[in-house]
């Protein structure tokens, strides 16, 4: 094994260029892992803690440039207003230890379905900054998981930052678990209310192969919250509306069963969050804060 | 390869180290500090918690090629750390902000060898509350709960088992624990109402 030590970000692009297989390592909460027990001995390691820009973001006019390396930490602490949702997903992320080394680069690199950042990115409509000696290229997250833990990079890409639009409506995350700390995702939802564009968007985590939206539930919502009038009037919505846009976001899961729970239960739970972050989002909307913040 | 880097004020340095290696594994089996423990070498336990430029880590996941450089400190300089902070005025003033003591400050940070041993507060507090059981879990839960009342001096019972949340204790022994964090803290309440700060 060989320990590559970039130190700035174009010599992290030469020497995955000339090292495709290297496997980037910045927080290493999932990489060292796999090392530790033997699952994974990679060529080379390419350590990306000496980039200090991959651990910072800007906040623009419309969106966030989060920085792949930015720990949860930082992202619960100071981008709660502009993210709210991925904020929320950050809290849940393992410990404060885990929370103070790893990132959202490391959920992208990974691409599990359990990664916990992902409902909030999908949700968000953000998209993957990657880049090679080759050039820089932005992914929509919507094209960015293509497998189970497959992503959408090519062999000499890495992951420099994500473009998050600023939100510009309540955001939420919820996640099920058998404790509140150091658990994967059972399964979690995340819901993003646009209301500029009058759109909503979800994203399912750990309840298919690779991280999905909703998007039938998105487009139902969509078409009600429009005919019914109530972006303006902010009125309640019905419970029917909320039933079957729960329904159609359990049909989007594709589960399996596992240790961590069963596949009839991640879809009824998925259901389950749906309709509740739904009705955090919406009374939020309409100005009744919620007040306690867990599930 | 060879890493060098600050463990408790000194510089150290450790020789054919391979590059899958953990900072836990070079500590513990290279430098002859073995308080930071090796349990479940995921992340999961937080028994290998050390400070690393300051936050809170898990040893364990920590590459120890990424370390080059960096300072660490761990439960065994974790008396000294606290003395220095003392000595600084540490956070109760405000001073440090969230990020904890600062790379600069932990660079003049000196351990002064051949002196009585003392403890830290945390660690003088977890004796006294009787949160020592088999003691496999207090290292690193002692660097976690050191570094909650570094940047909160007052802590909540909620903000208590959010900063311990990544730290298992089998003997389960969680209600001395938090009772030591709170005395603790009290203590340290009280050390700065005696100084009429």
């Known amino acids: 094994m060989d320990f590559l030590r970039p130190a700035s970000w174009e010599e992290a692009l030469a020497a995955k260029a000339e090292h495709p297989t290297a496997v980037p390592i910045a927080g290493g909460t999932d990489v060292m892992v796999e090392i530790n027990f033997d699952h994974r001995r990679p060529e080379y390691l390419l350590d990306l803690n000496r980039i200090g820009e991959l651990s910072e973001w800007e906040v623009g006019e419309k969106t966030v440039r989060l920085g792949a390396s930015v720990p949860y930490t930082k992202i619960m602490e100071n981008l709660r207003t502009e993210l709210p949702g991925l904020a929320l997903a950050s809290h849940t992320v393992a410990s404060p230890q885990i929370r103070n080394r790893g990132g959202v680069g490391g959920n992208l690199g990974t691409a599990s379905p359990a990664g916990d950042a992902h409902p909030a990115l999908l949700a968000s409509g953000c998209e993957v900054e990657a880049e090679s000696v080759r050039g820089r290229r932005m992914i929509p997250i919507d094209e960015f998981y293509v497998g189970v833990k497959r992503n959408a990079l090519a062999p000499d890409e890495l992951i420099r930052s994500v473009h998050l639009p600023k939100a510009d409506g309540p955001q939420q995350f919820s996640k099920v678990g058998t404790r509140n700390a150091m658990v994967i995702a059972v399964c979690a939802f995340g819901i993003a209310l646009h209301p500029e564009t009058r759109t909503v968007r979800t994203g399912i985590g750990s309840a298919a192969p690779t991280p999905v939206r909703a998007r039938e539930a998105e487009d139902f919502l969509a078409a009600a919250l429009e005919e019914g009038g109530f972006w303006e009037s902010g009125n309640p919505i019905p419970p029917s509306v909320a039933k079957q846009f729960a329904q159609l976001a359990s049909g989007a899961c594709n589960p399996i069963d596992d240790v961590r729970g069963s596949a009839k239960y991640r879809r009824h739970a998925v259901g389950i969050m749906a309709r509740r972050t739904l009705g955090w989002t919406w009374e939020s909307y309409r100005g009744n804060e919620r007040s306690a913040q867990c599930a | ?197």
């Open chain 2, 1 to 197: 390869m060879r890493v060098t880097f600050t463990v408790n004020g000194r510089q150290q340095e450790a020789d054919d180290v391979w590059e899958g290696e953990s900072l836990l594994y070079v500590l513990r089996e290279r430098m002859g500090l073995p308080g930071s423990k090796n349990a479940c070498e995921q992340g999961e336990c937080g028994s290998c918690t050390v400070r690393l430029d300051g936050v809170p880590v898990c040893s364990c996941l920590v590459a120890a090629g990424q370390v080059e450089g960096r300072d660490v400190v761990t439960v065994e300089g974790l008396a000294d750390y606290a003395k220095q902070r003392a000595e600084h005025g540490g956070c109760a003033s405000g001073a440090c902000g969230s990020s904890g003591t600062s790379i600069d400050a932990a660079k003049q940070w000196q351990a002064k060898p051949g002196e009585s041993t003392e403890l830290s507060p945390i660690q003088q507090a977890f004796i006294d509350a009787g949160a020592v059981q088999c003691g496999f879990c207090t290292p690193g839960l002692l660097v976690a709960a050191d570094e909650l009342l570094e940047r909160n001096d007052s802590p909540s019972d909620a903000d208590i088992r959010e900063a311990l949340s990544g730290n298992l204790c089998r003997c389960t022994g969680y209600e001395k624990i938090l009772d030591a964090v709170r005395l603790a803290a009290a203590r340290g309440e009280n050390q700065t109402a005696g100084q009429g700060a």
